[in-house]
T-cell receptor
Framework: DTEVTQTPKHLVMGMTNKKSLKCEQH?????MYWYKQKAKKPPELMFVYSYEKLSINESVPSRFSPECPNSSLLNLHLHALQPEDSALYLCASSQLRLAGGHDNEQFFGPGTRLTVL | AQTVTQSQPEMSVQEAETVTLSCTYD???????LFWYKQPPSRQMILVIR??????QNATENRFSVNFQKAAKSFSLKISDSQLGDTAMYFCAFMKQIFGNEKLTFGTGTRLTIIP
């Protein structure tokens, strides 16, 4: 299984709603990532989890709350979002290797298209 | 901080032709990785090819090859015998070779259209 899955594919929510995005991989990867991608822009890193611990938080607003329940799952909890948070949210995973590793490329999921009304 | 520059926002070529996408980067690191990712209209980011900076030999994957010039900090992607399925946004990306810091820095992308 060389796939990263994300649910839901599309999500429309109001500014007062609470929702969650889910990501799953069964490749034994120990690093998982959340990216935000606006239209016609490159992905922007939000969070990195290494061995289920948050290792990088790119100064993301607290209305985005990541969670890594186990090595295969990654969630992104959303609360009180703003319309400007509408974007494609991409999850990715990779191996964690010591320096010199050869298979540290990130595998991406298909994304969740989020619209905040 | 690392920066990645893709100077061609859009390109188009006829099917079966060869096309080269350019990418330059700026870093003070000596050891790092470079990637080309493809994002078709279906949105899924797919790895096209990777290059380790310590390797002098240019990476190739079937119709895809790179021209890696470390001194010039240049990393271009050549697509030979282009096919309609190559139509996509292409992102060049940089990663430091540091364990536990697998952060990808992306360029702004090149939108490639293959014309039938």
């Amino acid at each position: 299984d060389t796939e990263v899955t994300q649910t839901p594919k599309h999500l429309v929510m109001g500014m007062t709603n609470k929702k969650s995005l889910k990501c799953e991989q069964h490749m034994g990867h120990r690093a998982m990532y959340w990216y935000k991608q606006k239209a016609k822009k490159p992905p922007e890193l939000m969070f990195v989890y290494s061995y289920e611990k948050l290792s990088i938080n790119e100064s993301v607003p607290s209305r985005f709350s990541p969670e890594c329940p186990n090595s295969s799952l990654l969630n992104l909890h959303l609360h009180a979002l703003q319309p400007e948070d509408s974007a494609l949210y991409l999850c990715a995973s990779s191996q964690l290797r010591l320096a010199g590793g050869h298979d540290n490329e990130q595998f991406f999921g298909p994304g969740t298209r989020l619209t905040v009304l | 901080a690392q920066t990645v520059t893709q100077s061609q926002p859009e390109m188009s070529v006829q099917e079966a032709e060869t096309v080269t996408l350019s990418c330059t980067y700026d870093t003070s690191e000596n050891n790092y990785y470079l990637f080309w990712y493809k994002q078709p209209p279906s949105r899924q980011m797919i790895l096209v090819i990777r290059q380790e900076a310590y390797k002098q030999q240019n990476a190739t994957e079937n119709r895809f090859s790179v021209n890696f010039q470390k001194a010039a900090k240049s990393f271009s992607l050549k697509i030979s015998d282009s096919q309609l399925g190559d139509t996509a946004m292409y992102f060049c990306a940089f990663m430091k070779q540091i364990f536990g810091n697998e952060k990808l820095t992306f360029g702004t992308g090149t939108r490639l259209t293959i014309i039938p």
